[in-house]
T-cell receptor
Framework: DQQVKQNSPSLSVQEGRISILNCDYT??????FLWYKKYPAEGPTFLIS?????DKNEDGRFTVFLNKSAKHLSLHIVPSQPGDSAVYFC????????????FGTGTRLQVFP | DTAVSQTPKYLVTQMGNDKSIKCEQN?????MYWYKQDSKKFLKIMFS???????INETVPNRFSPKSPDKAHLNLHINSLELGDSAVYFC?????????????FGPGTRLTVL
């Protein structure tokens, strides 16, 4: 049972435009959400996170939005740059020490000039 | 000054062999993890250790045995390797246990079982 879903396996965006990556989850006990970025042959790198008490968190060009009622979060990248081309993983967790970080299957973002 | 390092980066071996993957973190974190990314790109947790104590042990065959000699190291030993063990294995660490802590990943070890 896949508790975190990224339904778009890939996304192609022109440089300078907005990239919107989506993520849906099913477990209402999740209260911490993260986005990771992964380049080929490297490990995932933390990008931005949000806790369930917020609906938005911003860090430079990256903004994460959380809609708890819809069990949906999204990552906005504005403006998109070619260096943003990577696979983006959404992840979610509860807040207990035995809770696991559950990852989505990733969305490959390609930013073209 | 690599934060989370793994060795080896690539491992090619025959079915039935025993192999180990080493992981070290120099971030001073208390918690370390092993993840498996299979051919479908699912990144799934296998184990987590907090201060050398096993916290999470997913449904993983007991051919997989993690060992944490100290809180900076978490090694993964795999006995009697099978074809289905072929995957990329990632080590990670976090300053606190999984629930609220950002995890920092190593570069991965690509294991190929022939």
């Amino acid at each position: 049972d896949q508790q975190v879903k990224q339904n778009s396996p890939s996304l192609s965006v022109q440089e300078g435009r907005i990239s919107i990556l989506n993520c849906d989850y099913t477990n209402s006990m999740f209260d911490y959400f993260l986005w990771y970025k992964k380049y080929p042959a490297e490990g995932p790198t933390f990008l931005i996170s949000i806790s369930s008490i917020k609906d938005k968190n911003e860090d430079g060009r990256f903004t994460v939005f959380l809609n708890k009622s819809a069990k949906h979060l999204s990552l906005h990248i504005v403006p998109s740059q070619p260096g943003d081309s990577a696979v983006y993983f959404c992840a979610a967790s509860g807040s207990y020490n035995t809770d696991k970080l559950i990852f989505g299957t990733g969305t490959r973002l390609q930013v073209f000039p | 000054d690599t934060a989370v390092s793994q060795t080896p980066k690539y491992l090619v071996t025959q079915m039935g062999n025993d192999k180990s993957i080493k992981c070290e973190q120099n971030l001073g974190h208390d918690t370390m993890y092993w993840y498996k990314q299979d051919s479908k790109k699912f990144l799934k947790i296998m184990f987590s250790y907090n201060n050398k104590e096993l916290i999470i042990n997913e449904t993983v065959p007991n051919r997989f045995s993690p060992k944490s000699p100290d809180k900076a190291h978490l090694n993964l030993h795999i006995n009697s390797l099978e074809l289905g063990d072929s995957a990329v294995y990632f080590c990670a660490s976090s300053p606190q246990v999984a629930g609220m802590g950002t995890q920092y990943f190593g570069p991965g070890t690509r294991l190929t079982v022939l």
